[in-house]
């Protein structure tokens, strides 16, 4: 179950999301209940520096609950702002952007974790984003702007 706390003034639809999180938790392969928080970048921002020591905002914070019997399995944030501005940045719609976060976050709940590991993270996201049909995913937008990455586009 997905518990969502977000503005009224945004496009999205929470029942939307709601199915959107049922299918991605079940090939993520998550049990349990996620609080998920749609907020504002200083929001965000705060949040990144209490719990990271990172004075920025970020797109999305994920916060696993202590154990997790099936009951809760975590906390996700999401800023709409950064992600409003990421989906014009790669083309596509605000809802894609936030589905894409919400994968991630998800991935982050499920013990994966791409600042340590060996790029397991970012072959099952590549997998799952081609089995929930979404644009390119976050871990691939990074690689991609990295020095040195294939591809990479220059200024």
Known sequence: MINIDYPTTTELS?????????RASEAVGLRGDVDVLLA??????????????????????????AENPYGHAGDLAISLDTAARQAAAFGHTLRDEVRI?????????????????????AA???????????????????AATKP????????
Do not use: C
């Not at 040195?148 to 200024?155: E, I, P």
């Open 14 to 22: 929470k029942s939307g999301l709601s199915r959107f999180f049922n």
């Open 40 to 65: 504002d970048d200083a929001t965000l921002r705060r949040l990144n520096k209490t719990f990271r020591g990172k004075n920025k905002a970020t797109d999305v914070l994920s916060f696993p609950a």
């Open 101 to 121: 976060l919400l994968l991630h976050g998800l991935l982050h709940l499920s013990g994966l974790d791409h600042e340590v590991d060996n790029g397991e993270m």
């Open 124 to 142: 099952r996201e590549r997998e799952l984003r081609r089995e929930l049909r979404l644009p390119v995913t976050l871990i691939e937008r990074v």
């Open 148 to 155: 040195g990455a294939k591809g990479r586009r220059s200024a």
